[in-house]
């Protein structure tokens, strides 16, 4: 149970808040996480981490030397927007490139990605890695698609040590790759985390049960068994993990491994110890030295009763950057020697950086408070403007009465958040919208400010797509001409495909798409026939609502809920639930509207 927090919507700022005011040796806040307090030393390659709140330690308490340079801070286990990850690595670049480092969520992977292209457009040579350590998450011939729970520690810090080193961005990356290519934890839970704000947990495990295979955002694991003592614990964590060998260690026997025995949030320390007796034994038998282990807590899941096993097969070279010496809040090891390097250049650029930050803050502030002038706009598209805002009001309103309902089924296989993203989104949006209505914008500005709104507010997987659709949708409709029905339909298709193009996703993977695809279509159709917007729009979203309840026979083959597939059986994809009631809510507006 989460019990101490304010507005459960203001718990993962007021957290950081708090966090910054706490480590202000280590850090310093920036728009979108946290930096080194230290400058980072000129020509370094700069290595951002990051991905949603409620693991801490991850993401913003490994900020310091010997490890990560800056940490882009989501919301309540949703991943930073790019704006926010732009921003952190904006800030925490010092010459030398920057390497972005997140766990393998379709959030993470999506805004990361946008991120790394726009730090690219800026002219910063940035790569970008996802680590994917977790082996219950999907089988060997498929671990790309493995998610990344506490073997984050060992990969950031391998390729944190490298930079340090002075090595060059094309090195510091071989070298994440390396660490994750050889890093694997596998887990098993007791009772799933609550959160704030929420009054059950995400999921429950029966009395004297446990569920294995967990994840880090409340997934159920993906079986169940009888609750083991504490050896039979350390008997399945590491049988487990030596079957799963990477493919360049043939046998266990003779081989060096970083051992991290991680506490996902409410198992004691002591229990902790207990279990770590008998790995320690169970490795040794198996003739494993361990280097430097770690029992505590690395990566949790707020009050999660769970613990997992990560080994991180080492080579000479892993070795020496796991031993490497670090300074941060919630991680420290060895002595790095003279603590400030660069004193006064690092003072000057932080003053430098800091007068960054406070003109990008105020660029921000702008532009949620609306005073940013818009593009000029024709008469016929500040009318349809007004359409859109009202649009975008229906949405907020039809998202905010669902998102109790929005959450309960994104927590049936997935992380419970749904709802609570989108709300934070679609909210955003409406405002980016209003202000933008007031300053006179078009019907396409409003939308693309709404767009980059609703991205940066809600972060997650929904929030890169929702921002992608609204300014697909947008650049369709542009700032010149009233939009008629067809070029609606247009918008709706362009964004249709855009969204196949950033997720990956197609029909039948049981996600928005198999919603988004049959929408426009019906309304392509409709509007070719000369039906009216609004009785184009009745039809197709018609055609979503039945869409949307059909997901529910499908198997999901992408994102968060494709472990969990089985359980998904029965209930519609939440993402695609959520684009259906939009699609009516919209209508709703365009009658209100003609
Ligand atoms: N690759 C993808 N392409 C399109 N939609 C996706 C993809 N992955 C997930 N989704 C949609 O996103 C929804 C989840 O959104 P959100 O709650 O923000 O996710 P998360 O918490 O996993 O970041 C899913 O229900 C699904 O409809
Ligand atoms: O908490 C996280 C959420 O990822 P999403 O894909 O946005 O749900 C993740 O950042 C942890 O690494």
Same mark, same amino acid.
């Given at each position: 149970m989460t019990r101490l927090f304010n507005d459960p919507a203001a718990f993962a700022d007021e957290a950081l808040e708090g966090f910054t005011a706490a480590h202000r040796r280590w850090v310093r806040p920036v728009t979108g996480g946290v930096v080194r307090a230290t400058a980072t030393p000129a020509g370094q390659v700069a290595v951002v981490i990051g991905g949603g709140s409620g693991h801490y330690p991850a993401f913003s308490g490994l900020v310091g030397r010997g490890l990560a340079h800056g940490a882009a801070v989501g919301n309540v286990f949703a991943s930073p927007s790019a704006r926010q990850i732009h921003s952190v690595a904006t800030a925490a670049h010092g010459g030398g490139g920057v390497l972005l480092m997140y766990g393998n969520y379709a959030g993470d992977v999506l805004h990361f990605g946008?991120?790394?292209? !726009? %730090?690219?457009?800026? @002219?910063?040579?940035? !790569?970008?890695?996802?680590v994917a350590d977790d082996i219950s998450s999907a089988g060997p011939?498929?671990?790309?698609?493995?998610?990344?729970?506490?073997?984050? %520690?060992?990969?950031?810090?391998?390729?944190?040590?490298?930079a340090e080193q002075g090595l060059p961005l094309e090195e510091v990356l071989r070298v994440a790759e390396r660490a994750g290519a050889r890093t694997r934890s596998f887990g098993i839970a007791f009772s799933g985390c609550t959160l704030p704000g929420a009054d059950h947990p995400l999921f429950t495990v029966p009395e004297a049960r446990m569920a294995v295979g967990l994840g880090i955002h409340g997934e159920p694991g993906i079986g169940e068994e009888a609750l083991p003592t504490a050896d039979e614990a350390a008997l399945l964590l590491v049988e487990t993990l030596l079957k799963e060998l990477p493919d360049d260690?043939?046998?266990?026997? *003779?081989r060096r491994a970083a051992v991290i025995l991680n506490g996902l949030g409410s198992v004691k320390y002591e229990e902790l110890f207990v279990v770590y007796r008998k790995v320690a034994a169970l490795l040794g038998d198996a003739g494993v030295e361990i280097v430097d282990p770690e029992v505590g807590e690395l990566v949790t899941s707020f009050d999660m009763a769970g613990i997992s096993l990560t080994l991180t097969w080492l080579d000479d070279r892993l070795e020496e950057l796991w031993r490497a010496p670090a300074d941060t809040p919630a991680y420290r090891k060895g002595a790095l020697g003279d603590p400030e390097p660069h004193q006064d250049r690092a003072a000057a650029t932080a003053a430098g950086q800091d007068t960054a930050a406070a003109q990008d803050t105020a660029v921000s502030d702008a532009a949620a408070s609306g005073t940013t002038a818009v593009p000029v706009a024709s008469d016929a598209s500040r009318r349809a403007a007004g359409t859109v805002l009202a649009a975008l009001d229906a949405v907020a309103r039809v998202v905010d009465a669902h998102a109790g309902e929005?959450?309960?089924?994104?927590?049936?296989?997935?992380d419970g958040d749904h709802g609570i993203g989108?709300?934070?989104?679609?909210?955003?949006? +409406?405002?980016?919208? +209003?202000d933008a209505h007031?300053?006179?914008?078009?019907? @396409?500005?409003? %939308?693309? !400010?709404?767009?980059?709104?609703?991205?940066?507010?809600?972060?997650?997987?929904?929030?890169? #797509?929702? *921002?992608?659709? #609204?300014?697909? %949708? @947008?650049?369709?409709l542009g700032d010149r001409d009233a939009p008629d029905a067809a070029r609606v339909a247009e918008g709706v298709t362009e964004a249709s495909a855009a969204v196949r193009r950033l997720g990956g996703a197609e029909v039948g993977d049981k996600t928005m798409v198999d919603v988004l695809v049959p929408f426009a279509d019906a309304l392509a159709t409709a509007t070719a026939e000369g039906l009216p917007l609004a009785e184009a729009w009745d039809r197709a979203a018609t055609t979503a609502t039945a869409a949307a309840a059909g997901t529910a026979d499908l198997l999901p083959r992408r994102g968060r809920a494709r472990p969990h597939a089985e359980k998904s059986l029965g209930t519609p994809d939440a993402g695609a639930h959520s684009l259906a009631l939009i699609t009516r809510a919209v209508h709703g507006a365009l009658l209100d509207h003609h």
């Open positions: 946008q991120a790394a292209e !726009r %730090l690219a457009a800026d @002219g910063i040579e940035t !790569r970008a890695f996802a011939d498929e671990s790309a698609k493995r998610r990344g729970i506490a073997g984050d %520690l060992p990969v950031f810090k391998a390729a944190a040590a490298a260690v043939a046998d266990p026997a *003779g929005l959450g309960r089924i994104d927590a049936v296989a997935g989108m709300r934070r989104g679609s909210s955003a949006a +409406h405002r980016a919208a +209003h007031r300053l006179g914008a078009g019907a @396409g500005t409003v %939308l693309t !400010r709404a767009a980059d709104d609703w991205a940066d507010k809600a972060g997650g997987t929904s929030g890169a #797509l929702w *921002g992608t659709i #609204l300014r697909s %949708l @947008g650049t369709s």
